[in-house]
């Protein structure tokens, strides 16, 4: 019994560290990140790129979302207004009640499509901030995930992690609990 256990982890560990050690596209963004300009609804933070699924927001600032149909957009130019499009089919309707949001990029964008980013309302074409994404310090291909970030299954299917669970036909928890229950 607990040889094959140990064989389950070597096994799923030797995968975790392959599918981690991949290596980045050249669209790759991962760790770019850039600050919220605020100018509407008290919008505040600072954008992470964690992953082409995923983006983080730390010190996540947002005093007002009552207004309709407000969502996450992208752009190529560095206005939301001039070709921009949703990037996160999740829409925002309350202010903010933690420091760190994760904004899934649901809706068929990677972060190669935009780099800026921000919060728009369709129905009014509102821009309440936006930020522009650029190489932080640690440059582009950190796979880290910024200290608080919780990101959604949606990204997590994409990580190492879901990379490894995928291989051995196990979801990410799956794989954490056979993990961590030795």
């Given at each position: 019994?607990?040889n094959s256990i140990f064989l389950v982890l070597s096994v799923a560990s030797t995968l975790f560290q392959a599918a981690s050690s991949q290596s980045a596209g050249p669209n790759d963004k991962t760790g770019w990140s850039g600050k919220l300009s605020s100018l509407d609804g008290g919008l505040g933070g600072t954008v ?135």
């Amino acid at each position: 019994m607990h040889n094959s256990i140990f064989l389950v982890l070597s096994v799923a560990s030797t995968l975790f560290q392959a599918a981690s050690s991949q290596s980045a596209g050249p669209n790759d963004k991962t760790g770019w990140s850039g600050k919220l300009s605020s100018l509407d609804g008290g919008l505040g933070g600072t954008v992470t790129v964690v992953n082409t699924s995923a983006l983080v927001v730390n010190d996540y600032a947002l005093e007002d979302a009552s207004a309709p149909a407000l969502y996450w957009w992208g752009s190529k130019s560095s206005s939301l207004g001039e070709g921009g499009f949703r990037i996160s089919n999740e829409q925002v309707k309350e202010a903010a009640k933690t420091n760190t949001y994760v904004i899934p990029l649901d809706a068929g964008k990677t972060t190669a499509d935009f780099s800026t980013v921000g919060l728009w309302c369709e129905k009014f074409s509102v821009n309440f901030g936006q930020a522009s994404l650029a190489p932080s310090e640690g440059g582009s291909g950190s796979s880290t995930t910024p200290t608080g970030a919780n990101p959604s299954p949606t990204s997590m299917k994409n990580s190492a992690a879901g990379r490894a669970a995928g291989l051995l036909g196990l979801s990410v928890p799956a794989l954490l609990v056979v993990y961590f229950s030795t």
